[in-house]
């Protein structure tokens, strides 16, 4: 199969249209506009880019926050299998993590924690949050 160049006019629009619509709703705008991708593709394109496939940073997987805080998934499941992350059940296998819950965590970090937390990239979890820097 033969992959096609991203042009800097669709990146500028990915990006424009990053955190306000979903991958299929950029798909359709990038059509109107005479470019062709796929939603898994725009999809893809967001997470080398940096964003969040969804349209509203308020929910996170698991997986996302740790790609975000460079940790290991396995590190941000630890923290809510123990307790200290809340999150709402999306499946069997994956975890849905609201930004408020994220922001009650590393606002009030357990104590032993407190450390490791400070530690991470302030940027990306300002970024989680929602907050500009």
Known sequence: MKTI???EEELTIVEAKAELYTPKQIAS????????????????????L???????LDNYSAA???????VHRTTVSGWVRRGWL????????????????????????????????ASLDKEAV?????RRA
């Open 64 to 70: 996302e926050i740790a790609r975000i805080l460079c």
């Open 126 to 130: 300002n970024y989680l949050l929602g």
């Open 86 to 117: 809340s999150t709402g059940r999306h499946s069997v296998r994956y975890y849905q993590i609201r930004k408020w819950h994220l922001k009650r965590f590393f606002d009030n970090p357990p104590q032993h924690l407190k450390k490791r937390i």
């Open 5 to 7: 160049k991203w042009t």
């Open 50 to 56: 940096g964003y969040s496939t969804r349209p509203f």
């Open 29 to 48: 705008i990038l059509k109107r506009r005479g470019y062709f991708r796929t939603p898994l593709a725009i999809s893809t394109k967001l997470w080398h």
